[in-house]
């Protein structure tokens, strides 16, 4: 089974995730939690009200009771795990943690979400935290969920919360859309295996936007042998593609000097054979790449049946920004 600290992190400030409330953030504001950006601890640096820590952290609690926040998932999807980043709270991170998930309306109120009507489910049970950790934790709740409320026991911070799972979009909205990217984390694409992703992640690819900087894409270490690079990346559902776009934004002196893209139908095959498996067809050949460039493909794809997978080939190595895989889903 996948690790499931690859899949997307459905709370991430860039896909919308956000803290929309917390009964308590005296030391430090409820909004570090979701921040890109690891935690950092400044020594000398405090404010007036104390230490300046880099993270969510209430006042020491002195009645009964515990702290808690709401969370607004970027995307809506099944959760798989946690991680409660922990880090440099030592003598003041929380004892234990839980959560609990709903499934709302993505613009619903505050006082929407705290009402009697909406049906909150525990999804981890309270369970211990370490201090200045990576606390890691497997959730099994197949059900699509919106919002999370956050639980600290009793008090205390967490530098960062990162929510791993797999985005489930509104389908009938996408069907109504008619061209869609069918490859974008928004649609349920994920990256699921690739050669080396030493400089950047290759859920990077299929981001929103363009690439921000050079480490804001997918970049394989330098290739000293034989071979090439390659990633293969699962579409939200089974589509026909009809445009590419391959992005070599912020890579000038390390772009790959050629990309390729095979496409495979995998439905009800297992994806960890892919990669070896037969069936591969080629959607767009190799071709040569420039640097720091929107490549734009249409009369060159090859047109073919729904497909689920791509398989995008660098040669030799380097870096990719984005792709863009564009077409209409399939009808089943």
Avoid at 33 to 50: H, N, Q, S
Avoid at 172 to 195: C, M, Y
Wanted: glycine share 10%; net charge negative; charged share 25%.
């Amino acid at each position: 089974m996948r690790d499931f600290t690859e899949l997307i992190d459905l709370a991430a400030e860039r896909l919308g995730g956000v803290v929309l409330h917390a009964n308590d953030d005296f030391f430090a504001p409820k909004e570090n939690l979701l921040r890109a950006v690891k935690p950092v601890f400044i020594e000398d640096k405090y404010t007036d009200r104390g230490k300046w820590m880099d993270g969510w952290e209430t006042r020491r609690r002195r009645t009964p009771g515990h702290d808690w926040c709401i969370i607004r998932l970027g995307l809506p999807g099944i959760l798989r795990g946690f991680l409660a980043d922990t880090s440099f709270f030592r003598g003041n991170y929380p004892e234990h943690c839980s959560f609990e998930a709903c499934a709302a309306t993505t613009d619903a109120t505050l006082e929407q979400l705290e009402s009697p009507a909406t049906q909150w489910t525990e999804v981890l049970p309270q369970s211990p935290l370490r201090g200045d950790s990576q606390n890691l934790f497997a959730v099994d709740h197949p059900h699509r969920v919106t919002h999370l409320r956050f639980h600290i026991f009793p008090d205390g911070g967490v530098a960062r919360l990162r929510v791993f799972g797999e985005v489930v979009p509104d389908w009938q909205k996408l069907r109504a859309a008619g061209e869609i990217d069918l490859v974008a984390v928004e649609n349920g694409g994920l990256a699921i295996a690739s050669s080396d992703m030493f400089f950047g992640s290759r859920n990077n690819l299929i981001l929103p936007g363009r690439g921000i900087h050079m480490g804001d894409g997918w970049e394989t270490k330098r290739r000293r042998g034989p071979g090439f690079d390659w990633c293969i990346l699962r579409l939200g559902a089974a589509g026909i593609i009809r445009r590419i776009e391959l992005d070599t934004a912020h890579y000038k002196g390390n772009y790959p000097e050629s990309g390729q893209l095979e496409a495979c139908n995998a439905i009800g095959r297992i994806e960890d054979d892919l990669h070896e498996s037969l069936g591969w067809a080629e959607l767009l050949p190799r071709t040569k790449l420039q640097p720091d460039h929107r490549h734009l493909f249409e009369p060159e794809v090859r047109k073919g049946g729904a497909v689920t997978h791509v398989r995008l080939n660098i040669f030799p190595d380097g870096g990719v920004s984005r792709l863009r895989l564009f077409g209409a889903l399939a009808k089943e």
